[in-house]
């Protein structure tokens, strides 16, 4: 191989839903030889490292403990692309995630424990909840701002940040009427 291939930002995107949170993850990166770049353009080869990237990923969420409104569950990587930025230099690996959850009426809470430490780069962290809902509080590592009259919760942690092990996120969000669908 020969490349390194160096992490330099990182965001995550929780959209609430009535029983589902959607999580995507987008890793930015460099990489100096353009050797990775070049092994990518393989379309075979790509599919394998976005196959091995999710089992990757999916191996991490599964060292984590997530607990929604005292129930444990588990976030489940459904897929992984591998995205070129520009050039051959910089990419990224997007995972499209889930996790189930059984809701409730009322304020719902989210926790995460994971093991801490302390941020190696830059990253945000979005948590959005769908009209009529809201974000009510984030409590873990970062900066915390809410927009959007609270349906959005924008969370920015700075590398060398400590990252406690340990994240929870409260959210309301309505149960979908039929009249709210058209």
Partial sequence: MGEEII??????????????????????YVEETGGFWRRMR??????????????????????????????????????????FR???????????????????????????YYEADRAPYDYTVYWVAPPGGRIVSVEGAGRVEYRAGGRIAVISVRRGDRVPGYES?????RKPSVESLF
């Fill in 169 to 173: 996120v409260e959210f309301q969000v």
């Fill in 86 to 112: 520009g050039d051959r230099y910089r990419h990224s690996i997007v995972f499209h995630c889930r996790i189930p959850y059984k809701p409730i009426d009322g304020v719902n809470v989210y926790e995460n």
């Fill in 7 to 28: 992490p330099v930002y990182g965001e995550g995107f929780f959209h609430v839903t009535w029983g589902t949170i959607y999580y995507t993850i987008v890793f930015d």
């Fill in 42 to 83: 393989d379309p075979r080869e790509r599919r394998r490292e976005e196959e091995a990237a999710a089992r990757n990923m999916q191996s991490l969420m599964d060292e984590e403990r997530v607990i929604v409104n005292g129930l444990e569950t588990r976030t489940i990587v459904d897929y992984a692309r591998l995205e």
